[in-house]
Structure formats: structure tokens, C-alpha cells
């Protein structure tokens, strides 16, 4: 099976999707918690959902989940070193980032093409990931620019 994994890694590598970066706050620390996911889709437009999915192994996803609004940050071309630092495991992910809050007060990525300001709606269990369908409380597109993509396996930006 394990040739059957490589190839199924190497079929899905070969599907280009944006990346966002999912944040939150604690309530009552502060403390700032985030991930980049590059699962992220629209599910709805009455009511507004999206949905993105996070392997069971995060150890961010309890934290920004326990914060009850987090911030979706879609990250532009220029942000492939955010999606990074998000990336890693134990790391100090907010270091030297330049960020602000929503209006509801979630983190946001500063620079990012767009945001949502969210809720977490529903978790449902997928094999290895949860897929978490959020409800869209606020939004707004900040700024023209090209989105960063991720395919086979490396963050890049889509040549016209």
C-alpha cells in the first residue's frame, strides 16, 4: 500500500489550490494560535459557510478552535513566508508577522488579499483530517494581487 499512498500523495499534489492562514486568540490569554490550510472552499451563500479541512495531528487546532471566532486570512503570492511559519509545528508562528484584528477581534494576516471573521459551525471526521465548516460573520476583500497556490507539494504563484 505504500506505493498506492505515493501515488494517491502524487494525484492530489497535482491539484492546485489557494492557502489561507486560519488564526484565533485566546479569550482570556491573548495568546495567538494559527495554520495554513490549502483545503479551503465556499460551501454556501444562504447561510454563509466555508469549510477547511485540518489533519487529526495539529497541535494548533484545539487552540484556535477553543477560541471560539477565528480569522481566514487567503494569502497573496507575496505571503508564501507566512504560509510557512503557520506550517511548522511548536514554532513561535506570529513572530515578525505583521497582523491586525477583525472587527469581532480574530487575528488577521496584514497584507492578505481578503478575510473572514468566523465561527465554528460543525466538525466532521474524514479518515485522517477533520473537514470544520465555519459560518462566514464578516468579510471583505482587502486588496488586489495574485493568490499564492500550492502544487505538488511547494507554495507558488500562477504565471500568466
Not at 53 to 62: N, Y
Not at 105 to 127: I, R
Request: aromatic residues 6%; neutral net charge; glycine residues 12%.
Amino acid at each position: 500500500m505504500a506505493d498506492g499512498s505515493r501515488c494517491l500523495r502524487s494525484v492530489f499534489g497535482r491539484f492546485a489550490t489557494g492557502v489561507v492562514a486560519v488564526t484565533a486568540s485566546d479569550p482570556s490569554t491573548g495568546a495567538r494560535a494559527g495554520l495554513a490550510a490549502n483545503s479551503f472552499c465556499s460551501v454556501s451563500l444562504d447561510p454563509p459557510l466555508v469549510s477547511f479541512c485540518v489533519a487529526h495531528t495539529s497541535t494548533s487546532w484545539p487552540l484556535v478552535r477553543a477560541a471560539g471566532l477565528l480569522g481566514i486570512s487567503i494569502l497573496g503570492a507575496d505571503q508564501r513566508d507566512a504560509a510557512t511559519r503557520l506550517s511548522v509545528r511548536g514554532a513561535d508562528k506570529f513572530g515578525g508577522l505583521p497582523w491586525t484584528r477583525s472587527p469581532g477581534g480574530a487575528p488577521l494576516l496584514e497584507g492578505a488579499l481578503a478575510w473572514l471573521e468566523c465561527a465554528v459551525e460543525a466538525e466532521h471526521p474524514a479518515g485522517d483530517h477533520v473537514i470544520v465548516v465555519c459560518r462566514v460573520l464578516r468579510l471583505d476583500a482587502s486588496r488586489e494581487g495574485e493568490p499564492l497556490v500550492f502544487f505538488r507539494g511547494e507554495y507558488g504563484r500562477i504565471s500568466r
